[in-house]
């Protein structure tokens, strides 16, 4: 069965370093989104993807976020510099389209710590 | 954005049904209610969906309410691996951009 890959698995860093994430959709999945999960509580949209155009970004703090689909396949998630409140469970998921009936598929996730 | 309630926390003993309760009377007419679960050390999983009418699947079953201000996620017998958060999440017609609440974390009992 296809799956959604994320690497780093974990990453550690020091704040006010730069970080950066992977993710590989599902093969022909249109959207993408990357998610935080702060421990304990549920996932939270940073940003979503149409092919490679953002379709909602509202939650992303542009100040030090930044999320890219170049080719409208697979998306990088860059945080720089990072801080100590960013440390969270970076998730990303992906659908076959953007319609409110399909199903999002969610990879393992980033553990990101900030030291 | 429509929001939606549902209680901390919950158990059930294994191989007992379970009813998991959510609370979304600010629903519109063409919003979808969707089920996930979250397993320790995973990302979410897909369990249901459903807009007006009752839905099954081999997963589990779920009851929305005439009025579809509230929907219940039915586990007919629970199982050791069916311990997870679960979350009920809204969902509109043309975005399924899905905002989740805490969830319900469910434990079961052996």
């Known amino acids: 069965e296809a799956e959604v890959a994320q690497s780093p698995r974990y990453k550690i860093t020091e704040k006010s370093q730069a970080v950066a994430f992977w993710c590989d959709p599902i093969s022909g999945h249109a959207t993408l989104y990357w998610y935080r999960q702060i421990l304990g509580q549920g996932p939270e949209l940073l940003v979503q993807f149409q092919d490679e155009s953002v379709v909602d970004d509202s939650q992303l703090p542009k100040d030090r976020f930044s999320a890219e689909r170049l080719k409208g396949v697979d998306s990088t998630l860059k945080i720089q510099p990072a801080e100590l409140g960013d440390s969270a469970m970076y998730l990303c998921?992906?659908?076959?389209?953007?319609?409110?009936?399909?199903?999002?598929?969610f990879g393992p996730g980033t553990r990101l710590t900030v030291l | 954005d429509a929001k939606t309630t549902q209680p901390n926390s919950m158990e059930s003993n294994e191989e007992e049904p379970v009813h998991l309760p959510c609370n979304h009377s600010?629903?519109?007419?063409?919003?979808?209610i969707h089920w996930y679960r979250q397993l320790p050390s995973q990302g979410p999983e897909y369990v249901i969906h459903?807009?007006?009418s009752n839905v099954n699947n081999r997963m589990a079953s779920l009851a929305i309410a005439e009025d579809r201000k509230s929907s219940t996620l039915i586990l007919h017998r629970a199982t050791l691996r069916d311990a997870a958060v679960y979350y009920c999440?809204?969902?509109?017609?043309?975005?399924?951009?899905?905002?989740f609440g805490a969830g319900t974390r469910l434990t079961v009992k052996p």
């Open positions: 459903g807009l007006t």
């Open positions: 998921a992906s659908s076959l389209f953007i319609r409110g009936t399909d199903t999002q598929y």
């Open positions: 999440i809204l969902s509109a017609l043309n975005n399924n951009d899905m905002r």
């Open positions: 600010t629903i519109s007419g063409t919003d979808y």
